[in-house]
């Protein structure tokens, strides 16, 4: 069955990116809905956005992306379909990121999640 | 947004007892609605998604019910592993969660 295991630095300057990567096995990249989703005791469960890879080959038609509008302006998903993983990028971090991160697969619900990367945002 | 709003904030059962978890939304979600489990250090496990619909490998003592703003989780005969934080999530506008109850043994 569908694996997902999310890796990252742990911690991150204020004002710095985040990068956080997931690893996908036991299935395929393409044709699924792949979110980033964070937890943290102040906001609890908070969806970050999801990407879809449609596998069509023309780059226009491949990939569309839909964000939380509070994190639209920061947040950025992507795939590496030759790798099988998914990316997640955050900029100008601050104390309020900090949270683990999670990511999911999203059919009807998110239905498969990894374990989580935990992020703190300190200087 | 739509905010979901959950009820109660702690529910204190003894094994074997019947559990009804509570999920409010702010406007109508039709029946777009799931619901998870999550235990200590763990990611939440899918247990009901379209208000009613048991996901793969939930067992049958996990019932959903609800359809536009209010929506029950029930949980028929308690195991001592069913107590854990349950969020209510819903897709209707993208994706919000409410804020969980927890269900302690009592």
């Known amino acids: 069955q569908v694996k997902l295991q999310e890796s990252g630095p742990g911690l991150v300057k204020p004002w710095e990116t985040l990068s956080l990567t997931c690893g996908v096995s036991?299935?395929?990249?393409?044709?699924?809905?792949w979110s980033w989703i964070r937890q943290s005791p102040g906001k609890g469960l908070e969806w970050i956005g999801y990407?879809?890879?449609?596998?069509?080959?023309?780059?226009?038609?491949?990939?569309?992306?839909t964000y939380n509008p509070s994190l639209e302006s920061r947040a950025t998903i992507s795939v590496d379909r030759s790798k099988n993983q998914v990316f997640l990028k955050l900029t100008s971090l601050s104390g309020a990121d900090t949270a683990t991160y999670f990511c999911?697969?999203?059919?009807?619900?998110?239905?498969?999640w990894g374990q989580g990367s935990m992020v703190v945002v300190s200087s | 947004e739509i905010v979901l709003t959950q009820s109660p904030g702690t529910l204190s059962l003894s094994p074997g007892e019947r559990a009804t978890l509570s999920c409010r939304a702010s406007?109508?979600?039709?029946?777009?609605l799931a619901w998870y489990q999550q235990t200590p250090g763990q990611a939440p496990r899918l247990l009901i998604y379209d208000a009613s619909n048991r996901a793969a490998g939930v067992p049958p003592r996990f019932s959903g019910s609800g359809s536009g703003t209010d929506f029950t989780l029930t949980i028929s005969s308690l195991e001592p592993e069913d107590f854990a934080v349950y969020y209510c999530q819903q897709r209707s506008n993208r994706y919000t969660f409410g804020q969980g109850t927890k269900l302690e043994m009592k």
């Open positions: 999911a697969r999203l059919v009807d619900a998110f239905d498969v």
């Open positions: 406007q109508s979600v039709h029946h777009f």
């Open positions: 036991g299935g395929s990249i393409t044709n699924n809905y």
């Open positions: 990407i879809h890879d449609s596998g069509n080959t023309e780059s226009y038609y491949r990939q569309s992306t």
